[in-house]
């Protein structure tokens, strides 16, 4: 089945912004072979030494960029992603452990009182910005904690039609792989695009999935008994969309690029790499 439940607008919101980020392990075995970004992170931040990352997650990008001798200031929401990011940095050398430092709190509201040359926001975290409001709460904070000349860099996924017309009801499914969690589980996704608010619903299910037949016999502790299912909802920003707010927030484009090789924007990207700086003497 499909479809997104009937759990009230800003509670199924919530939900997608937070759900997807309460299991750390699972995050970092889907996603830590994803290298094109943090290279590209990683080059922009060891020009100016010093980085804030909005949504540092579980450090996924902090890490090599700790380990490249840029100090690293991260924020994020989700208490388990920075204790993962906290159990990580144990492991490591005590200088990289020295320089990043861990807030914990909303983008839209948290305020440092300090100014940073670089302030990023990689791989979708701005897609948590659901409303025009929130939008500009979090580049106001942006906007406060870059020093003069500061650069925001962020970047999010392109709205692919495909994507946005998918059936809810159909399922797209990957051959049964091992949690970290869960033992065996089948996986299976449904996406749902409301047109009105601009957000794709993601509805992850993990299902129970008998063991491999060449498994050893013995029964796995871990295993999954019941289905259960994962949200993540993704705003979706269409390009001029998104200048549009930079422009009307105060902030000058420098540069979007359509790839982590800055190569050009063009209908084809599927994703969006913006470079934003406050304009001077800006007032709301
Ligand atoms: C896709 S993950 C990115 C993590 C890491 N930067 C990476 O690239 O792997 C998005 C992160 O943003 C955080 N996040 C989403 N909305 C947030 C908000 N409003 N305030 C603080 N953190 C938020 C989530 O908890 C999650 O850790």
């Known amino acids: 089945m499909g479809g997104r439940g009937k759990a009230p607008n800003d509670l199924e919101l919530e939900a997608g912004a937070r759900a997807h980020f309460e299991d750390p392990q699972y995050y970092a075995e889907t996603y830590d072979w994803r290298d094109e970004d943090v290279l590209y992170y990683r080059a922009i931040a060891e020009e100016r030494g ?26 994020d929401h989700t208490e388990a992603m920075l204790d993962h990011l906290r159990a990580r940095l144990v492991q490591e050398e005590p200088a990289v452990r020295k320089r990043v430092t861990l807030h914990q ?5 948290k305020k440092l009182g300090r100014r940073f040359p670089l ?25 406060e ?4 000349n500061g650069e925001l860099v962020f970047d999010i996924s392109m709205p692919l039609p495909k994507d946005l017309a998918r059936d809810p ?6 051959a049964p792989f091992e949690h970290p969690n869960l033992g065996r589980v089948a996986y299976r996704e449904h996406f749902d695009y409301d047109a009105v608010r601009q957000v ?12 491999k037949k060449s498994a050893k016999k013995k029964a796995n502790p871990k295993q999954l008994t019941e289905t259960f299912m994962t949200p993540l909802a993704h705003r979706q920003f269409f390009p001029r969309e998104m200048e549009a707010l930079l422009h009307y927030n105060g902030y000058e484009v420098r540069e979007v690029y359509g790839d982590f090789a800055r190569g050009p924007f063009v209908p084809a990207s599927d994703i969006m790499v913006w470079h934003a700086r406050p304009k001077k003497g800006w007032k709301r």
């Open 50 to 75: 010093e980085v804030l990352e909005h949504g540092i997650g579980n450090g996924r990008v902090a890490l090599p960029l700790a380990r490249a001798g840029v100090k690293v200031t991260g924020i």
């Open 105 to 109: 709190g909303d983008l839209r509201t």
């Open 119 to 143: 302030v990023i926001c990689p791989f979708n975290a701005a897609l948590h910005f659901y409303t025009r409001e929130d939008v500009e709460q979090w580049l106001d904070r942006t906007r």
């Open 145 to 148: 904690h870059l020093a003069p």
């Open 169 to 174: 009801n159909r399922a797209y499914r990957i």
């Open 200 to 211: 794709l619903f993601v509805s992850m299910f993990f299902e129970p999935s008998p063991p």
